[in-house]
């Protein structure tokens, strides 16, 4: 039969994988390898973010303390949660920092109200982001494309406003929440009059802190990131379960094709809005664990950059992949905070070896790149990303990886097809 | 009584009288042709069947239920799939992940929330995939991404998914539309095959009339919105209003 053998010649039939064993936690080799190889980035953080002796000219660019490093598991768990909705069905929200934001204010009533144990507020943050975004999946579920997303920016910023306004009761409005020591707190003793309230993991304060002296090294081992990297951990690992099951699949039909899945006896519309959710949760659960660490919160949480920043760190990661929203998070996380405080004085120290003039000049043209201007560098590398490498960080990764084996074996076997498989498995 | 009645449909677009007074009856076991000039209102009667529009007046059962009102899943879930013009498959998907979105639907449903289970550690849903695909000799195709096939392989691969749902009638629209002669050979035999394997009724919108005298033991002959004539292939062949309508214009007298 010609529509048989058509195809022999272009594409090699594979020999039948061999049914591979499942291992850690269930998960099967590659993905195993993976979240062995997360975990271990994780805990090995405070060093491996602090490559440079404290004093030296780089140690600027160390990212190992405490709160930069809360804020990229924090990050990376929104990111995580973002992914499941748009890497997987392809429907892109604008308005999930909303539930980042509701996530927060539910859970410093928690700890306001019940306990300053991070456990019970990080739950309630979970649950109340996940029944917000129930009511907001719902109705913006009713479109798709670029209405859909719109519904979504449009509810975000509603709450934004309200959470600025009518809403002040509950959220604080322009000054926000803190904790107080007169607050109730039903589960907690009285606290001293005067003494600042802190979250804490029964007893375990999150700001507690290990230093570590290596030389002129120094390496922070703070509780608080701890807890968060152990709910990254977990969240990744849920990621990594939804991708591969059955649930995951007619995620990713909802994008490729919603005509054929209608088609086929399945029902488009609860898989979305499960994976809306899904991923309204995961952004709670962010919220939640960044008030359970500066025990604080404001409404520009939930303001709409807030919401399209989660979009750009999928995007810039990899949207659809694992481990690419995590890179993504890091990433911007590191430029805000690392390459927002180069000033014009360390400009000035790095050129210093130039002749007068041509240092001038060279800090005149760096200048508007860092420090406050670090926005137009995320800028300018998010647009080079999109245009040249459309699967992200991720795919930058796979094609150098391929460069690399292919000089290794010292022959080009089709590295195109290779990498968009190695995608599509991703 | 057959497997899929029609009774007095009506579809108006606005002002155009798309389908009027349609009946039809398709018996259970045979293969029933719909054949008719361009604009005759042929893909819009295949869409009043399967809930992707809704007919102005009459009514459509299925196996004596009613379809209209209910959403194209759920029409599906009776036991009626669909075949596209363009073949509808899921593109980004694996062959093999194509073919196992239908084992899934037919086992589990139209909404089920597994996201416990690894796919691939599904044996019972991995072996009726393999099955089908061995069934479909497409095997050796499993791991290509499904919009990288040739056009013949992509309308197999999708008959296949309809197939793996075990419906009890199967729609298809114009299955060799823009095909190469080999390719809608291939089809053919395909068909042939399936229906010779198993208990289904199939209805095919055909242009090519190779095809429909190749396969159908009905004819339904749809001009301007309402049936003209219903015979078997020989009679039609022969018919003069027929002639008149379709093979006539066709040939260009
Ligand atoms: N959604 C629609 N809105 C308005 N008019 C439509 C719509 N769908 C079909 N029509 C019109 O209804 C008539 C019947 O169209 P239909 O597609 O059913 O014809 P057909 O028999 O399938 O033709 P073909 O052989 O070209 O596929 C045509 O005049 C077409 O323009
Ligand atoms: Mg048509």
Redesign the interface.
């Known amino acids: 039969m010609t529509d048989q053998t058509s195809n022999a010649g272009a594409v090699r039939p594979k020999p039948a994988a061999p049914a591979e064993k499942t291992g850690l936690f269930g998960l099967r080799g590659k993905d195993a390898s993976l979240l062995v190889f997360v975990a271990l980035l994780t805990l090995l953080a405070p060093f491996i973010l602090n490559p440079f002796p404290t004093g030296s000219a780089m140690a600027q660019f160390n990212a190992g303390y405490p709160d930069l490093m809360q804020r990229f598991v924090i990050f990376g768990i929104f990111a995580i949660g973002f992914n499941i909705l748009f890497g997987l069905t392809g429907y892109l929200s604008f308005g999930h920092a909303a539930f980042l934001g509701v996530g927060s204010y539910a859970g410093i009533w928690s700890m306001k109200l019940l306990t300053l144990n991070v456990i019970p507020s990080i739950v309630v943050s979970v649950i109340v982001a996940g029944l917000f975004s129930l009511i907001v999946g719902w109705i913006s579920l009713r479109r798709s494309g670029i209405y859909f997303s719109i519904l979504t920016l449009a509810f975000a910023m509603m709450s934004y406003a309200l959470a600025y306004s009518v809403l002040t009761p509950i959220t604080g409005g322009e000054t926000g929440l803190q904790l107080q020591y007169f607050d109730p707190r039903i589960l907690d003793g009285e606290l001293a009059a005067g003494t600042t309230p802190r979250a804490n993991l029964f007893g375990l304060e999150m700001g507690t802190s290990y230093e570590l002296r290596f030389g002129s090294w120094l390496f922070t081992f703070n509780a608080g990131y701890y807890i968060a990297a152990a709910c990254m951990l977990a969240a990744f690992y849920l990621a990594i379960r939804i991708f591969r099951s059955p649930f995951g699949m007619m995620l990713r039909a909802v994008k490729s094709n919603q005509q054929r899945l209608n088609y086929t006896g399945i029902s488009p519309k609860p898989y979305t809005l499960a994976a809306f959710v899904i991923s309204g949760m995961y952004a709670g659960l962010a919220g939640g664990l960044l008030v359970a660490m500066d025990t604080q919160v404001g409404a520009e949480r939930m303001f709409w950059t807030a919401s399209g920043e989660v979009v750009l760190m999928t995007i810039l990661g990899g949207a659809g992949t694992l481990i690419g929203p995590v890179l993504g998070a890091g990433f911007i996380k590191y430029m805000e905070n690392i390459v927002s405080t180069i000033n014009k004085s360390t400009l000035e120290g790095w050129f210093a070896f130039m002749p007068d003039g041509l240092a001038d000049f060279f800090v005149t043209i760096v200048y508007p790149f860092v420090g406050k201007g670090w926005h137009l560098t995320l800028g300018l590398l998010f647009m080079a990303v999109v245009i040249f490498l459309p699967g992200g960080l991720v795919q930058g990764g796979q094609k150098i990886a391929t460069v690399l084996r292919r000089d290794r074996k010292g022959s080009g076997l089709e590295p195109g097809a290779a990498a968009k498989r190695k995608q599509a498995e991703d | 009584m057959g497997i899929l009645e029609v009774k007095n449909v009506g579809k108006r677009f606005g002002g155009l009288k798309a389908l009027s007074d349609v009946n039809l009856s398709v018996k259970e076991g045979s293969v029933h042709a719909i054949i008719g000039p361009n604009g005759a209102g042929k893909s819009t009667l295949l869409n009043c069947l ?1 809930g992707k529009l809704i007919p102005d007046t009459g009514s459509v059962s299925f196996e004596g239920q009613s379809v209209l009102g209910r ?3 759920e029409i ?2 009776m036991g009626i ?2 075949v ?1 013009q363009t073949p ?7 062959v093999m ?1 194509n073919m ?3 084992c ?3 086992r ?15 044996r019972e ?1 991995v072996e009726r995939a393999e099955h089908m695909l061995e069934d479909m ?1 497409m095997i ?2 499993r ?3 499904a919009a ?3 056009r ?2 992509k309308r ?1 691969l999708e008959i296949a ?1 309809c197939l793996a ?1 075990e419906p009890r009638l199967l729609l298809l629209d114009e299955p060799t539309a823009g095909m190469a002669r ?2 809608t050979n ?1 089809t053919i ?1 395909l068909l042939k095959e399936i229906k010779s394997t198993r208990p289904i009724t199939i209805c095919i919108i055909e242009h090519d009339m190779h095809v429909v005298f190749s396969l159908a033991e009905r004819i339904t002959v749809l001009a301007q919105g309402t049936p003209l004539v219903e015979d078997t292939p020989d009679r039609i062949k022969g018919h003069p209003k027929v002639r008149e309508a379709y093979l006539g214009e066709s040939s260009g007298h």
């Open positions: 399967v959403k194209p899943h599906n879930q799939s669909r596209f509808e498959i899921f593109g980004d998907l694996t992940e196992m979105i239908p899934l639907a037919k589990d449903g139209a909404f089920s929330i597994s996201a416990y289970g690894a796919m691939m550690d599904d849903i000799r050796d195709k791991h290509m991404h990288s096939m040739s013949g392989d197999r998914m749902q080999a390719d291939n035999d």
